[in-house]
């Protein structure tokens, strides 16, 4: 009976598997999106399961399901259809894109509903940035987002760019933003000597191909919450991640590149040298003079030739989701012995262990080679001497071999010979874990690491440094940081909707170098300091800093209309002074999000609008580990009669604190047209009080005679204006615009009374050009009006203090004569598909900056031997002759060149920053390449044109001094900017 029976069920289950078997069927279709376009790597699940694929380029898709089963689609941006599966083998879908304002952007310690923000903030997207050949994350930032302005000091591999958010804060503290990659706020000291005449980008070992998204926080509601480092916005970065039932997908991206300058001086060649200084008088006839001639300036610019590699390999499960991503870089700059090297890998890894554990690992390693080259006011500096070398010098003798060009270096020789080497290795990254506690209420412990050791390494040999130079230096930064977080999110009542977050986060940073140098080497052969005969400086150093921060932050939504937020963070820093270690920052802000209101349901042209406002303070903490104490220094730089001594630095000031912001925001989101239009406006109001100035104090023993305080005030005002417009949406053409504006005004309120102008103005010089000045621009650049040559005379003239011409002017006719800061900023993209081609161009702007191009006062200078520009050549003869040099006898020939407006210049412009044109093969091509399923072809340019003012022939606009906030927008043969021109193929298994 038992065999019986047994036999039976046997019989039923094998019946019921071959029925299931018959149910089961491949699924195929399309996926789209409302115009019909087609959405590739859109997935599609098998509801209930971990079944799943991804569409290809041309959106269409194949899956196994039975009959009764539920089919899932969806896609970033767009609502989540799904489809019960029928009698059809078939599934074609159409996914309507979601309100723009339910999009979830990343923000300060979590995530956020666009529609419940009531901060400013900008998301630059992965697709505005997927085809821009960037060496650092920086430069994808670049006339992206309103309100930002990025400015590239030169055209050198791995310099430091300039980043403000909402103009100028600060005079004399650190003005960058903070930088926070995953959660993680990042080192960014510059720790380098500043090796080759410019600092090394302190983010220049991050890859930009794993960065997903930058979010920009501008307003106090935003980055309040990160207290006493705020002040000068916050730059979040988010980089790839898999996605949860998503099958294991390969990238493999190559790409060549040869890049070239954009601009350069148009420098006299020998025979029109010799001849210019037999014009003025310095030589009775060309004969006289030596002979010979070299172009320098075309040799030491060359094209450079690049490749880049990047594979990564992305995916997930129910539970797990996972990055795993890898990047060479072998990168030939356009100046000659400019050279960088990286190689990056990335691995991004989160899983659920249980349904209420979940726990992740972001780690990123990085190395990076660059063979550095002197950026400016170096003779050693390819660019500066090149401009500066007298033409008939030549860079090789008869034979052939380098020559010793004395005091304007040989730079051949130089690029060609010696070591000029910066090396570093960075590893960041942090892990965490996640407890769900309750519905809605999570606990978050993440730790987090930042750690940098760069080695720059330096060897001048026998023929460009008699006796032959060494140096070495080790920076060494590390950084721990220590969050823990609770996190609420919950909805009662179907109308009232509460997130909310609070923690605390400790972070220790340390920085640590070594300086050693030497001289007098019997043979270049040997390289290290230790075989010198002469040794030079030999130190270290070693600053920490400590900061343990509490913060808080509640948003309160009701009925999806009525938004309100508050935020508060509690900072205590080793960096302030005893009597104020701790500060407390906060934010307080609402939203309206008027057409969800029943008064509009009629209103059928306006899509969205939201009105939102917010109010707060934040700080500034880059003012140095240990700027309130009192410091000394010793050893033998402080020897008294030959013993080591000790000498007194800086006073003690107990009471320094942090530079505070205070700041309003008041905007509107408007949506048009079903959203076809698109348009955000802030106006802002930040006022920072508190500065950190040098205040004159009486003589000490020491002989100090002043002290850090916090002294003055600044304001930076403005509007950010972001427009999007769909122009044309068909189901094979599409065109979009996008437009942003930074506006921004700077006025210094008050400043320390110890330096007073001829005007009686309070005034903080930063350099002979440029200084903060009271109710002026905090970058107001302070010089003679030069007037041209008179037509009439021949004579160059100047403004005095009164505005009338004068050939002899002085120091007491300097006036306000530009500011560095423009009167705006932005950047403009159009977007182009038709069926599988696409087509981006990209412009970024700046309008109504100065730029002082110091480098003029050697290059225009009539006298000495120094090469000229062939501008020079223009020089007045006779009565009515509009020229540019005065004449030959006039007495104001040998002061023509003297510091003035004559090289101050409008350096306004607008640069194609980048053009990409790209094709995707279609599905039915990659079908038959095997393992291959899809294949993107690609080209891209970048600076390619570059609108300026006629006076900039032969200087790049985009140029400004790194080293800090007073010296912007001044050069001094700074390396342009690069044009670049890139193919590439990116391809996915």
């Known amino acids: ?71 899932e689609f969806s896609y970033v941006g767009y609502a989540t259809q799904k489809v019960a599966v029928g009698a059809s083998s078939t599934i074609n879908v159409s996914l309507a894109p979601d309100n723009e304002l339910e999009e979830v952007v990343v923000i300060a310690y979590g995530q956020q509903s666009r529609k419940k923000l009531v901060q400013s903030l900008s998301v630059v997207s992965n697709e505005n940035i997927a085809d821009i050949p960037a060496v650092s994350p920086q ?15 030169s055209g050198i591999l791995g310099a430091a760019p300039v980043i403000k958010i909402r103009g100028v804060a600060s005079i004399s503290s650190g003005g960058r933003p903070l930088f926070v990659i995953d959660g993680v706020p990042l080192n960014d000291a510059l720790v380098t000597a500043g090796q080759g005449g410019q600092a090394l980008n302190p983010l220049g070992d991050l890859n930009p191909n794993d960065i997903e998204t930058f979010t920009v926080l501008k307003d106090a509601a935003a980055t309040a919450v990160y207290g006493s480092r705020g002040a000068n916005g916050v730059v979040l970065i988010t980089t790839k991640s898999g996605k949860k039932n998503q099958d294991t997908k390969v990238t493999l991206d190559v790409s060549t590149s040869w890049s070239q300058s954009t601009d350069e001086f ?7 040298f010799r001849q ?3 014009d003025r008088g310095s030589a009775p006839s060309v004969d006289v003079l030596p002979q010979g001639g070299f172009d320098w300036a075309e040799n030491i610019s060359r094209t450079g030739f690049s ?32 050279n960088l090297n990286r190689l990056n890998a990335r691995v991004n890894l989160t899983h659920d262990a249980n349904d209420w554990l979940r726990l992740g690992v972001n780690l990123s390693v990085g190395e990076t080679r660059n063979d550095r080259v002197g950026a400016e006011n170096s003779t050693f500096a390819p660019f500066t001497s090149a401009y500066l070398q007298t033409p008939w010098v030549e860079a090789f003798d008869a034979d052939g071999n380098f020559v010793n060009t004395g005091f304007i270096a040989n730079v051949l020789a130089i690029e060609a010979l010696d070591i000029n080497d910066a090396n570093s290795f960075r590893t960041t990254g942090n892990i965490f874990g996640e407890i769900k506690l309750a519905d809605g209420l999570n606990f978050r412990s993440d730790f987090g690491i930042d750690r940098l050791v760069l080695e720059e390494f330096q060897r001048s040999f026998e023929i460009n440094s008699p006796g032959g130079f060494a140096s070495d230096i080790v920076n060494q930064q590390n950084k721990f940081v220590f969050t823990n977080s609770l996190n609420f999110n919950r909805t009662f009542a179907d109308v009232h909707d ?36 002469t040794p030079g400086t030999t130190n270290n150093t070693f600053t920490n800093s400590r900061l343990v921060g509490y913060f808080a932050r509640a948003n309160y939504a009701y009925d999806g209309k009525y938004i309100v937020e508050g935020s508060i963070r509690r900072d205590g820093s080793s960096r302030f002074g005893f009597n104020n270690r701790f500060g407390t920052f906060w934010s307080a802000g609402g939203a309206w999000l008027v057409s969800e209101e029943s008064f509009m349901d009629n209103v059928d042209w306006i899509s969205t609008l939201k009105f939102r406002g917010n109010y707060g303070t934040a700080g500034n903490d880059r003012i140095g580990d240990f700027a309130s104490l009192e410091s000394f220094q010793g050893g033998n730089i402080s020897n008294y009669n030959g013993i080591s001594g000790l000498r007194q630095l800086a006073a003690a000031n107990p009471n320094l604190r942090w530079e505070r912001s205070e700041s309003y925001n008041i905007g509107f989101e408007a949506g048009f047209l079903d959203n076809r239009i698109s348009l955000n406006v802030d106006y802002y109001n930040k006022r920072t009080s508190d ?44 065109w979009t615009t996008s437009l942003n504006l930074g506006i921004n005004e700077n006025e210094v309120l008050s400043l320390p009374g110890a330096n007073l102008d001829a005007q009686g103005r309070r005034f903080v010089a930063a350099t002979t050009s440029q200084r903060a000045i009271e109710g002026n621009s905090v970058n107001s650049f302070y010089l003679i009006r030069y007037n041209g040559v008179n037509p009439q005379t021949g004579d160059a003239e100047w403004l005095d203090i009164d505005g009338n011409p004068t050939t002899t002017p002085t120091s007491a006719d300097r006036v306000i004569a530009g500011d560095a800061n423009p009167d705006f900023v932005g950047g403009f993209r159009n977007t182009f598909r038709y069926k599988n081609f696409d087509l981006n161009f990209f412009f970024n702007f700046s309008v109504g900056n100065d730029i002082y191009v110091s480098g003029l006062r050697f290059t225009d200078n009539p006298n000495g031997f120094f090469n000229k520009r062939t501008a020079l050549l223009d020089v007045w003869e006779n009565p009515g002759d509009e020229a540019f040099l005065p004449s030959f006898s006039s007495p104001t020939f040998a002061t023509f060149n003297q510091r003035s407006t004559q090289q101050l210049k409008d350096g306004s412009f ?16 990659t079908s038959k390449l095997g393992f291959i399923n899809g294949v993107r072809l690609y080209a891209t340019a970048s600076n390619v044109w570059t609108i300026k003012g006629d006076d900039l022939e032969g200087i790049d606009p985009e140029v400004t001094d790194s080293s800090n906030n007073g010296r912007q927008g001044e050069t001094f043969f700074t390396p342009p900017q690069s044009k670049t021109f890139v193919l590439g193929a990116r391809l996915s298994f």
């Open 910 to 925: 607008a640069r194609l920053k980048n053009i990409t044109l790209g094709y995707n093969l279609p599905a039915s091509v």
């Open 691 to 734: 500065l950190i100035l040098n205040v004159p104090i009486l003589q000490t023993n020491g002989g100090l005679n002043s002290i850090i305080d916090n002294v003055g005030d600044m304001e930076n005002r403005g509007w950010d204006i972001d427009l999007t417009t769909v122009n044309v949406q068909t189901q094979d053409f599409e």
């Open 1 to 71: 009976m038992r065999s019986k029976f047994t036999w039976m069920l046997t019989l039923v289950m094998a019946f019921v598997f071959q029925l299931s078997l018959a149910q089961e069927k491949t699924i195929t279709g399309t996926v789209t999106d409302d115009a019909g376009l087609p959405l590739p790597g859109a997935t599609v699940l098998v509801s209930g399961t971990s079944q799943g694929v991804s569409t290809d380029f041309d959106g269409k898709y194949s899956v196994n399901a039975s009959e009764g089963q539920t089919l």
């Open 276 to 278: 210019f200084i037999v």
């Open 307 to 338: 490749k880049d590699v990047n594979v990564s390999v992305t995916g997930g499960s129910e539970k797990t989701t996972f990055f795993v991503g890898a990047t060479y870089k072998d990168q030939e700059g356009f100046i000659i012995g400019n």
């Open 266 to 272: 148009e420098m006299m060649n020998a025979d029109q």
């Open 139 to 153: 430069e994808l930032l670049q006339g992206q987002a309103s309100g930002v302005q990025v400015v590239n000091s």
């Open 498 to 533: 509460i997130t909310a977050v609070a923690g605390m986060s400790y972070e220790q940073t340390e920085v640590r170098a070594i300086t050693v140098t030497a001289t007098g080497f019997l043979s270049d052969e040997q390289i290290n300091t230790i075989s010198a005969s």
